[in-house]
C-alpha cells in the first residue's frame, strides 16, 4: 500500500549540485525518520542522511550525515507533503551510487507499528 517515490538522479560532473526527492505515497499516519541510503558497485549500502521528526527532537529536528558527506549535502523534510530531499553540492566522482529513499513510518492500515520502507532506487552519477 505505501511506497516511496523517488526522482532526481541524473549525469553530473564534479562539483556541480543536484537535488533528490522523495515522497512517501499511501495510506500514511505519520512519519518518523526519513532518510538516504547510497550503493556503488561492489559496495555496501550506507547511510548517507538521515533526519527524525521535529515532534521528537524540537522544531529543528536531529540530522546525521555520513563523513564523507558533511558540508556538502544537505537533508531537510517538508510534513505537509511527506517529501524528504537530499540536496548534494561539490559532488565528487566517489559519489556516484544508487541512491535509496528510507522512511520510518506507520500507515494506516497496518498494526500501529513503526515499519521500515524503501523506494526504488535512483542512478547518481559523477563524471567527466
Known amino acids: 500500500q505505501v511506497q516511496l517515490v523517488e526522482s532526481g538522479g541524473a549525469l553530473v560532473q564534479p562539483g556541480e549540485s543536484l537535488r533528490l526527492s522523495c515522497v512517501a505515497e499511501g495510506p500514511i499516519g505519520s512519519i518518523r525518520t526519513m532518510g538516504w541510503y547510497r550503493q556503488a558497485p561492489g559496495k555496501e549500502r550506507e547511510l548517507v542522511a538521515s533526519?527524525?521528526?521535529?515532534?521528537?527532537?524540537?522544531?529543528?529536528?536531529?540530522?546525521k550525515y555520513a563523513d564523507s558527506v558533511k558540508g556538502r549535502f544537505t537533508i531537510s523534510r517538508d510534513d505537509a507533503k511527506n517529501m524528504v530531499y537530499l540536496q548534494m553540492d561539490s559532488l565528487k566522482p566517489e559519489d556516484t551510487a544508487v541512491y535509496y529513499c528510507?522512511?520510518?513510518?506507520?500507515?494506516?492500515?497496518?498494526?500501529?507499528?513503526?515499519?521500515?520502507?524503501w523506494g526504488q532506487g535512483t542512478q547518481v552519477t559523477v563524471s567527466t
Open positions: 533526519v527524525s521528526s521535529s515532534k521528537v527532537y524540537g522544531s529543528s529536528g536531529s540530522s
Open positions: 528510507n522512511a520510518d513510518l506507520k500507515s494506516l492500515t497496518g498494526w500501529g507499528i513503526w515499519t521500515e520502507y
